[in-house]
């Protein structure tokens, strides 16, 4: 299994502005994601944090607004800029540990539940 | 990654069996059926997955139809705590390598009444 803290839990912003999403793993990991669950709704996948490269990102989802950086494999961070309020969604990490008897599933942090007003 | 069909919402009483379906009729071959909860205000979390045969866990038991178009997510004996959202997703899973991400439909709101 992993631990995965997700930093901050919860934070109200201005429209505007941007902010940093921190993913911190207790171990190595192969894969890491990051999922928006817009208010009342599923998940939706924005994009897969590379370690070492850009983020591979799904569509509708682009860089400029969501950067994201992976400097090893145990830590990610996911950036919303220029927030409106339609961003007000929880943002989730998401991660598949590392090689061996991996069972494919993942394991998800609590979340950062993201208010702009 | 094949698609899959959940009722809406569930109801279920304390104690009693939950049976939650899942209709996923264009499985692939290598394709596995995984199960997923959410409960309020946390992120999602591993309940069981399986190829073509039953599976148990701790958690749940997880039943496929032999021809895999659908399957069964059994809680033998539900408590207040398993109120959640559930999951059925089918995937291909690629043992001892990376694993891909998942696709999430809108689940099953099961909720488990006194």
């Known amino acids: 299994s992993a631990v995965i803290s997700q930093k901050p839990s919860r934070d109200i912003c201005q429209r505007g502005t941007s902010l940093t999403i921190q993913c911190q793993v207790d171990s190595q990991v192969t894969m890491m994601f990051w999922y928006r669950q817009q208010p009342g709704q599923s998940l939706t996948l924005i994009a897969t944090?590379?370690?070492?490269?850009?983020?591979?990102?799904e569509s509708g989802f682009v860089i400029d607004k969501f950067p994201i950086s992976r400097p090893n494999l145990t830590f990610s961070t996911l950036t919303v800029s220029n927030m409106s309020p339609e961003d007000s969604s929880i943002y989730l990490c998401s991660v598949s540990p590392a090689g061996g008897l991996s069972t494919g599933e993942l394991f998800f942090g609590e979340g950062s539940r993201l208010t702009v007003l | 990654d094949a698609k899959t069909t959940q009722p809406t919402s569930m109801d279920c009483a304390e104690g009693r069996a939950a049976n939650l379906p899942c209709n996923h009729s264009?499985?692939?071959?290598?394709?596995?059926v995984y199960w997923y909860r959410q409960i309020h205000s946390q992120g999602p979390q591993y309940i069981i997955h399986g190829l073509k045969n039953n599976e148990t866990n701790e958690m749940a038991s997880l039943i496929i139809t032999e021809d895999r178009k659908s399957s069964t997510l059994i809680l033998p004996h539900a408590t207040l705590r398993d109120t959640a959202v559930y999951y059925c997703i089918v995937r291909v899973a690629n043992y001892g390598g990376s694993q891909g991400n998942l696709i999430f439909g809108k689940g099953t709101k099961l909720s488990v009444k006194p």
């Open positions: 944090a590379n370690q070492g490269s850009e983020a591979t990102y």
């Open positions: 264009t499985i692939s071959g290598n394709e596995y």
